[in-house]
């Protein structure tokens, strides 16, 4: 059964243009996510999907795979499903491209479990670890059932407490790391547009949850922190020196 590692890389952005090529520690961030992915799958298995030719001549120097998408995809899942309808394969996991500590063994483990789940979406999680976290808009939050069903994801800090008093809840956090099959994407893409809360609270993985698709979190290594502003470039960048990267 093959895997492959699919990674949306979108030159523009509203909060951080080029944020793909962004350097950290001297090296492209897309680069960074291409390397850990191919530690889990291979190199032969690591796709990038963008619509820029920037980012294409960077990811090919650097020997990985490329698909040239539309850029008229509504989100990055879009934009997968449409480098997937070009890629062979039984598993495909959208891995986003502004995740460049990811840990390799849980994209091992996603795939694993979308192995023994293969008719649900799966989806990884972690813990919060402070406050501040749970409130950053930034950082959508994930609910889940006892058996690990995802029941909302929101930009909000979620559980809420009727008294207000938010430092007793274990929060938890989305980490960007799914799997799909072929399937599950090109009925995401079928949908023809965002659903009404993917569009409200900008999370794409509600599109699956409002048409009733099942969705499985699996817990991830803590620690994996993603770029969405150029404010986050120093703390990835000691993050990576902490994991002994470079």
Request: hydrophobic share 40%; proline share 4%; charged share 30%.
């Amino acid at each position: 059964m093959r895997s492959v590692v699919i990674i949306p890389a979108r030159y523009e952005s509203s909060r951080f243009p080029g944020k793909p090529l962004v350097k950290l520690l001297g090296k492209p961030m897309i680069i960074w996510v291409a390397e850990l992915s191919a530690l889990a799958v291979g190199q032969d298995n690591v796709y990038v999907a963008t619509d820029d030719e920037r980012i294409s001549k960077i990811v090919t120097k650097a020997g990985f795979n490329i698909v040239m998408t539309s850029n008229e995809c509504l989100t990055g899942t879009d934009r997968v499903a449409e480098a997937a309808s070009k890629i062979k394969s039984d598993i495909y996991v959208n891995v986003q491209g502004d995740e460049p500590t990811i840990n390799p063994k849980d994209i091992s483990n996603i795939i694993k479990a979308k192995k023994l789940h293969f008719d649900e979406v799966i989806n990884g999680y972690c813990a919060i670890s402070n406050q501040k976290e749970a409130c950053d808009i930034n950082i959508p939050k994930v609910i889940f059932t006892e058996d690990k069903r995802m029941v909302y994801m929101s930009r909000e800090a979620i559980p809420g407490s009727k008294d207000g008093e938010k430092s007793s809840i274990n929060y938890y956090k989305q980490v960007c790391i799914y799997a799909f099959t072929l399937d599950e994407l090109n009925d995401y893409v079928g949908y023809g547009h965002k659903s009404a809360l993917e569009r409200i609270e900008d999370i794409e993985i509600l599109r699956f949850l409002e048409w009733g698709k099942k969705i499985r979190m699996v817990k991830t290594e803590p620690g994996s922190l993603a770029i969405d502003t150029p404010g986050d470039v120093a703390k990835v960048e000691k993050r990576l020196k902490d994991l002994h990267y470079v």
